[in-house]
Nanobody, 125 residues
Framework: QVQLVESGGGSVQAGGSLRLSCAAF????????MGWFRQAPGKEREGVAA???????SYADSVKGRFTISQDNAKNTLYLQMNSLKPEDTAMYYC???????????????????WGQGTQVTVSS
């Protein structure tokens, strides 16, 4: 049973920083993709950043240069360092995990099978 547990959300003023964590339990696949996604009220869930087990990363254009995805394999933990936060970053943030798809690509958000419960990030202006 795969379990993902996020933490680190909170309220911060614009320009501030937060670091989200996602502890993974029971995920035994050697090849994986893990990602951070967010959903604001009334909006669709969107991808923020993803990391492949080969170490490659990808980011949404809206967060490039401000957010950094990383992992600590010894702790089975995924991180999202968020700097220069903006009010438009306000959302519920979720981590997700799954195996890569055909060709080695990471899944689209709706293809991920394992999700955490989410952690709220609120950025005030």
């Amino acid at each position: 049973q795969v379990q993902l547990v996020e933490s680190g959300g909170g309220s911060v003023q614009a320009g501030g920083s937060l670091r989200l964590s996602c502890a993974a339990f029971g995920y035994t696949y050697s090849s994986y993709c893990m990602g951070w996604f967010r959903q604001a009220p009334g909006k669709e869930r969107e991808g923020v950043a993803a990391i492949h087990s080969d170490g490659s990363t990808s980011y949404a254009d809206s967060v490039k240069g401000r957010f950094t995805i990383s992992q600590d394999n010894a702790k089975n933990t995924l991180y999202l360092q968020m700097n220069s936060l903006k009010p438009e970053d306000t959302a519920m943030y979720y981590c997700a995990a799954d195996t890569p798809r055909y060709g080695g690509r990471c899944p689209e958000w709706h293809e991920y099978n394992y999700w955490g419960q989410g952690t709220q990030v609120t950025v005030s202006s």
